[in-house]
């Protein structure tokens, strides 16, 4: 989706980005069994799209190319969402909510998540609400929280620690999925190796070469486990590498989507149309947003 049509999305409606982690380690574990991540999180013009509009009580459709096999009933983030914030304001929550699915579900980019907080800024619109969203949002998932901007930032704690990212450079991404939902827990659960210190990130980068050589000695902490379940996430990896201009290839949050990072979006794009697998999902960012907000 370019900027021209982001800019064109109405007050009805909310765009739900995906989030990409650059890097993602795993610094420690808290009592209560959450793990301590460390990571960059970057949102590329891609993603779901939530509609709203008044409605007597509350209800949800789901369409779009992934709507298959997601249940719209109560435990849905997007209806847990809208109910949060409703017993926030001490209000009834009444909309009846549209979404359209087009981000693969259980695939490491946060778009439940992209979703929830998508409802959380419309229904703040629609209901005509001023509250600190950030506390609802952690209730709702590790991921919610940097969703509500949905601007790069850099992520900690169990994700409710956010702090401004590094200026980023121009840059393209593309985005391929091989089809596999991969569940978190499992990816958490296969996971052995010691925790990974804080990455020491610069103020910023002057290009994209410079940005994905210093994410190069970073890594993601899930991506082997990961693999060790699916290895066809491997192949992505290995593929993306190997395709023109790619600056870095790896997997994002517990999978299995990964990306690679290239020297402009026309790059990512040209590389988009080398890489065609039956059942692969692929999506190379049009435009990207502002580098920093």
Known sequence: MSSATLQAIQADQEYAS???????????????????????????????????????DLSLT??????????????????????LLADA?????????TLTKNLPVASGIGGGSADAAAALRLLSRLWNINLDLLP?????????PVCIAATSARMGGVGEILKPAP???DYGILLVNPGIAVATATVFRARHAAFSAMA???????????M????????????????????????VIAALTSTPDCLLARMSGSGATCFALYPSPQAAAHAATLLPRPGWWLAPAPQMFPPTQ
């Open 200 to 210: 020491d990130l610069p103020a910023g980068w002057p290009d994209a070469p410079a």
């Open 167 to 169: 200026r980023l450079p």
């Open 18 to 56: 995906a989030k990409i982690n650059l890097f993602l380690h795993v610094t420690g574990k808290r009592d209560d069994g959450y793990h301590l991540l460390d990571s960059l999180a970057v949102f590329p013009p891609i993603g779901d799209l939530l509609q709203a509009e008044p409605a007597c």
């Open 89 to 97: 304001a001490c209000i009834a929550p009444t909309a009846r909510l």
């Open 62 to 83: 789901i369409k779009g190319p992934f709507a298959d096999g997601l249940s719209a009933g109560p435990d849905n983030l997007v209806l847990r969402a809208a109910s």
């Open 136 to 144: 609802i949002a952690a209730k709702l998932g590790a991921d919610v």
């Open 212 to 235: 994905a050589a210093d994410l190069a000695v970073l890594q993601n902490d899930l991506q082997a486990p990961a693999i060790a379940l699916e290895p066809v996430i491997a192949d």
